[in-house]
């Protein structure tokens, strides 16, 4: 195990700024708003506080003193070491539950930050958490694996066993979005005898079977049956392609104002 700062080298900062600079945004389809996507009006506007208004050695600073953060390298089979970066924050209640906090998509382990110190009070009569805040592999600060392969199994093996090195055979796991799956594999995988409880806020359900007669809906369950349809075949694109094309779209990343349209389109359109 060792502390881990974020340290993020100037020349990586000034590569980003040229690369901003010279971003060229293409045309658009008039009075489109958000159907095709993040209208370019918004992209303008994140791009130029992005280059000329986010100061991120600030947030650096404050990230550094909020967060103890350490890495330490996980083995994981078929797929060697894997140096993980995480938080790990104790309570000070003796008898505190040892908790896994398990990220989503597009996010990271910055997901604990509010909720942390909430998590670790001590507060009478409420219950307070060893909180272990991980960055999932190829995330973030966490090693990614050059091998085929790396699915929910891999991910929660990672999850295990860094709960297992640091002391804690009996946990709790909290996941949302991608977090939802890996710690549904941890449960199903190492329930019982080490993960004692699993919450998720992502709960995931099926469409009514189809010969369900839709006259016993009310206008509630209509709205919500047409929202994820609309979800299944206009919100759903990203999904898809990050699933079943990830090299050709870890290329076009490198291109930094794709992530920025990507994650802008995805958080305004799928919330409702």
């Known amino acids: 195990m060792s502390s881990f700062k974020i340290a993020v080298p100037d020349e990586a900062l000034d590569l980003l700024k040229k690369k901003l600079e010279l971003t060229r945004l293409p045309d658009e389809i008039d009075e489109a708003g958000w159907d095709y996507g993040a209208p370019l ?28 953060q350490y890495t330490r390298d996980i083995e994981v089979e078929g797929h060697g070491v894997l140096n993980i970066h995480y938080v790990h924050k104790k309570s000070e209640v ?22 942390l110190p909430l998590l670790t009070a001590t507060e009478p009569g409420m ?6 805040g991980v960055g999932l592999p190829g995330f973030g600060f966490s090693e990614g694996t050059k091998n085929k392969g790396f699915d929910l199994p891999q991910y929660a093996e990672v999850g295990h066993k860094l709960m297992l090195a640091l002391g804690y055979t009996e946990y709790v796991t909290q996941g949302g979005d991608w977090g939802f799956g890996v710690t549904h594999a941890m449960a199903s995988t190492y329930g019982g005898k080490h993960v004692k409880a699993w919450h998720t806020n992502f709960p995931i359900v099926s469409g009514p079977p189809e010969d369900v007669d839709p006259t016993k809906y009310d206008k509630e ?7 994820s349809e609309w979800f299944r075949t206009k919100g759903y694109g990203y999904f898809l392609e990050q ?16 992530v920025l349209a990507i994650g802008t389109s995805s958080l305004v359109k799928n919330i409702p």
Do not use: C, M
């Open 221 to 227: 369950d209509l709205e919500r049956l047409e929202r």
């Open 41 to 68: 009006a918004d992209i303008r506007r994140l791009l130029a506080r992005w280059k000329d208004g986010y100061d991120w050695r600030k947030y650096e600073k404050v990230l550094n003193e909020e967060l103890r």
């Open 94 to 115: 003796t008898n505190a539950i040892p908790l896994l906090f398990v990220h989503g998509w597009p996010g990271s382990f910055l997901e604990i930050r509010k909720i």
């Open 127 to 132: 219950p307070s958490f060893h909180v272990v």
């Open 243 to 258: 699933s079943t094309q990830p090299q050709t779209i870890g290329s076009d990343l490198d291109i930094r104002i794709l």
